[in-house]
């Protein structure tokens, strides 16, 4: 299994720019997530999703979108990237939303 | 809300210097309790879950143990391969998401 995999793992945008974050899972896994990590701030969950077609919002989601066509991907869009969303992007994937997640490897992203 | 909070923010040992770190919660409910190790540039990997006061895991120099209000995670003779950031993360009853701390940034000096 290859578990949790993201793409791309560095990406440069100009602001206003628009993308999307890759994330894939083979661990027939539920529940999927997205979140951001900043110095000092830990991890904060931007999107999550209990099962295909099922999304919802964690804790800084504006400025982001998700959707959940298959079981195995949960791409995340920027839609007008800023400043404020250089980071670095982590996916994570779990049978359920409280039990054991695991990562992904992160994408960097730099929005200038 | 719930909250989660590491002491400290950064731990350099000299090889072979016991010690502790912390992770204090204010969660409703404790579902779980979870420790990551964290190496630069990956994502977190899964050390250890955590379910009611009083339990402990081990795997190899770590030990972690929980009580009604904070968890520690106990490094024994520790080694250059151990530095890394410790994240941990709990769960209350009534979320599916997890809450994490910032992490420790741990130094293994030898």
């Known amino acids: 299994n290859a578990g949790v995999t993201q793409t791309p793992k560095f990406q440069v945008l100009k602001t206003g720019q628009s993308m999307t974050l890759q994330c894939a899972q083979d661990?027939?896994?539920?529940?999927m997530s997205w979140y951001r990590q900043d110095p000092g701030m830990g991890l904060r969950l931007i999107h999550y999703s209990v099962g295909a077609g099922i999304t919802d919002q964690g804790e800084v989601p504006n400025g982001y979108n998700v959707s959940r066509s298959t079981t195995e991907d949960f791409p995340l869009r920027l839609l007008s990237a800023a400043p404020s969303q250089t980071s670095v992007y982590f996916c994570a994937s779990s049978y359920s939303g409280g039990e054991t997640q695991y990562f992904g490897p992160g994408t960097r992203l730099l929005v200038l | 809300e719930d909250q989660v909070t590491q002491s400290p923010e950064a731990l350099r040992l000299q090889e072979g210097e016991s010690s502790s770190l912390n992770c204090s919660y204010t969660?409703?409910?404790?579902?779980?309790l979870f420790w990551y190790r964290q190496d630069p540039g990956k994502g977190p990997e899964f050390l250890f879950t955590?379910?009611?006061a009083g339990e402990e895991k081990e795997k190899e120099r770590l030990k972690a143990t929980l009580t009604k209000k904070e968890s520690f995670l106990h490094i024994t003779a520790p080694k250059p391969e151990d530095s890394a950031t410790y994240l941990c993360?709990?769960?209350?009853?009534?979320?599916?998401?997890?809450?994490f701390g910032s992490g420790t940034q741990l130094t293994v000096l030898p």
């Open positions: 661990m027939n896994h539920e529940y």
């Open positions: 969660v409703s409910g404790l579902r779980g």
């Open positions: 993360a709990a769960r209350s009853g009534s979320a599916r998401q997890l809450t």
């Open positions: 955590l379910y009611s």
